[in-house]
């Protein structure tokens, strides 16, 4: 048994709710009717931006390899919708439970102004503690990793080795797979969830791999990685595909002297 060679991982393209979401984050909270607060979460299409996006990284992956040994896909709608717009070669898809949005709770469907109003000491965690915060009766990004990243990355390794594979599900299902396939710490997983360039845009792909892009030669666990996302190009209204260059990562082991200078980065709060 073993991880596959390949690992892509896409998010779907802009589904109808984060145009709603986007808009209440600009203080425009009139998508929040009656009749959109009640729609399941699963159940959200995608806009037609969305599709041209999901259009463009399919054409690209399509380019860098014809075709997979598996097929994953969230069950909800819009990763459907998006990996059918994908239109791999050949592909036959599997609906994987596990690739799902992170459960957003009592919060899913209610304006910002309604969460700090009703949810006070939960909406100043969600501003102090990303990684562990809870939204009410919902999961956390290390919830996420623990629970169900695990669960991805247990059956990859029992049914996956040596292959190549393709995944379409949600961003912070991918922030959570970053957290724990790199292991990185939370400390730099707050420095990432802070930066704009490590942020995961509608149709990203992040492309894990054990193949060393220089050398051919492959490791025995996933050690590169290289980013790829549909950016619109406002002079001549297309899609391109942005490929950022390949970086290598490796598991980070602490010395004595390592997990003192980080506990010396934070002041006593006493």
Not at 48 to 68: H, N
Not at 73 to 86: F, H, I, L, N
Not at 144 to 162: F, G, M, P, Q
Not at 196 to 213: A, F, G, M
Request: charge should be negative; aromatic fraction near 8%; include cysteine.
């Amino acid at each position: 048994m073993g991880m596959p060679l390949d690992l892509y991982v896409i998010r779907h393209g802009q589904s109808e709710a984060n145009v709603i979401v986007q808009a209440g984050e600009r203080g425009d909270d009139s998508l929040y009717t009656q009749d959109n607060v009640t729609v399941p979460d699963r159940s959200w299409r995608l806009t037609a931006v969305g599709r041209k996006q999901a259009d463009c990284i399919g054409r690209w992956l399509v380019c860098r390899q014809q075709l997979f040994d598996r097929y994953l896909v969230s069950p909800y709608v819009r990763t459907r919708e998006t990996a059918a717009t994908m239109a791999l070669p050949k592909a036959k898809w599997e609906e994987c439970r596990v690739l799902r949005e992170r459960s957003w709770g009592e919060i899913n469907t209610v304006t910002q102004e309604e969460f700090r109003t009703n949810y006070p000491r939960n909406w100043m965690f969600k501003r102090t503690d990303p990684l562990y915060w809870r939204p009410p009766a919902g999961e956390s990004i290390a919830d996420v990793a623990e629970d169900r990243v695990h669960n991805l990355l247990t059956s990859l390794n029992r049914r996956s080795d040596a292959q190549s594979v393709v995944a379409v599900t949600h961003g912070d299902f991918m922030l959570a797979l970053m957290l724990t396939l790199e292991d990185i710490s939370d400390e730099e997983f707050l420095r990432r969830a802070d930066s704009p360039e490590w942020q995961i845009t509608n149709c990203t792909c992040l492309h894990y791999s054990r193949r060393d892009p220089h050398t051919g030669r492959t490791s025995l666990r996933m050690r590169w990685e290289q980013t790829a996302r549909p950016v619109l190009d406002e002079a001549t209204g297309r899609w391109e595909v942005s490929v950022e260059p390949w970086r290598e990562f490796a598991k980070p082991l602490l010395s004595n002297g390592d997990l003192v200078d980080v506990v010396h980065a934070v002041d006593p709060h006493l």
